[in-house]
C-alpha cells in the first residue's frame, strides 16, 4: 500500500509543508533528546551510524538499533495520523 505522504525534498505543495510542519513537531516533541541528534545527525548532517556513535560515545549498533526504533515510531505513530489529517 503505498503512502498518501511523500516527502521529496524539492516539491513545495501545500500538502508536503502542512507533513514536513507535523513531522518536525512530532520529532520535536514525541522523540528523546538522543533520539533527536540521531535523526539530525543522520539525515541533516548526512553522518553515518559509526560516526554518530563516535559524536554521542554509544557502541554503532546501538544507534543503528535506535534507529531502527525511531523509523518504526514514525511508520507506526506518525504517518497514520499525517494521512488522517492530510485526507480530512
Request: glycine share 2%; charged share 25%; hydrophobic share 50%.
Amino acid at each position: 500500500m503505498a503512502s498518501a505522504v511523500t516527502l521529496a525534498p524539492r516539491i513545495q505543495t501545500p500538502r508536503t509543508k502542512l507533513a514536513r510542519a507535523l513531522l518536525n513537531d512530532f520529532v520535536c516533541r514525541r522523540l528523546s533528546r538522543e533520539e533527536r541528534l540521531v535523526v539530525m545527525l543522520h539525515y541533516g548532517e548526512d553522518l553515518t551510524f559509526q560516526e554518530i556513535a563516535g559524536i554521542l560515545d554509544l557502541a554503532p549498533d546501538s544507534v543503528e538499533a535506535m534507529h531502527a526504533r525511531i523509523v518504526a515510531r514514525v511508520r507506526n505513530q506518525f504517518v497514520p495520523a499525517v494521512e488522517r489529517v492530510l485526507v480530512a
